[in-house]
């Protein structure tokens, strides 16, 4: 859970790091006082339901994220930064100094988003949240600026991302004018349970569509020598922890991801960080899948430079539009309630509430 409580709502917004210069330190202060008002001003709301309302004004709740954090730290240090992530993380003289720049630029946004909620509540006469900080879940958002999800490194260099929808979505059926590719989804199968491939299938109740991804720093000289599926999950848990202690003060969306040999060594990090009071950190994790084609049309798969160059080329070819926003609302007439992916990719609202017992 990135945000803990019941009887509330999230005002949360995001800053996409992957847009700002490293060295423009105003651009920053002006990118996360801005996330920080916007979460702000939404504590003026008095909900018509009264535990809403009473939560609200127990604890007010705002968390203002970010995404594309990997991408601002290997434009910021360099590939000299992913080699050292490819050994490991390593406490060497160079190590701890990409380390305290880390630490100094998470505490330096924190420091802004605390500022600027608690000057604008103090203004409006509104109860101060005590904690504005957190990473939230942002794996499609981050997709609308190329960015490395929260904090976590890319699948990748490049990649082909597939987002789910429902079958004739107006989203996705502007994707397809877009020139996106559009497949059947994973559970839309045959009476022999073979994967379908026709999208207009009748038998097909959800769409995938493909969009070819690079990450912002893929043509840097020296990226593509480096796999960053090989990042061990200690290097992971590392740098997530970095973020906890330095940024966050709810909680970070984090899922590790790690190989059957790296249980044992993760389990007793786990353990020490525990008995050393390192901070608090939950997380999800996720087993590698180096066998892609064992698991086929997964979330994200791997692709070289020259795939996805002929991939780029493809959506061209079939484009039809390059006004997205015109040919979505010839599709959406604001008729349906919703249409897309969730604007958060957390699955916490859509459990069951349940009330205390005692």
Known sequence: MEIIGSNFHCNLSEIHLNQLDPKNYKEQEEAFTAGALSVASLLNHKFLEPRYQKSRELDPIVGVSFTGLFDFFVH????DWLRWWEAGRPATEQGLAFKRQEAEYLSYWKDIVHRAVWDYCDRHHLKRPNR?????PSGTKALLTGASSGWHPPKAQ???RRITFRKNDPVALACIDYGYNVIPSQSDKDENGHLLNDPFDPRVSEWLVEIPVAVPWADLPGADQIDVSK?????????VMQVQKHYVTHNTSATLELRSEEVEPLGQRIYEAIQNDEGYISAALLARFDDLQSFPRLPFEPIDKSTYEQLNQEVKARRITDDFCAVLSRYDLGELSEAGPSGCDSDKCMFPEQQPTS
């Open 76 to 79: 910021a240090f360099g590939v």
């Open 132 to 136: 504005c900080t957190t990473v939230q």
């Open 158 to 160: 490049r990649f082909i």
């Open 231 to 239: 990042f061990s999950v200690l290097a992971q848990l590392d740098f």
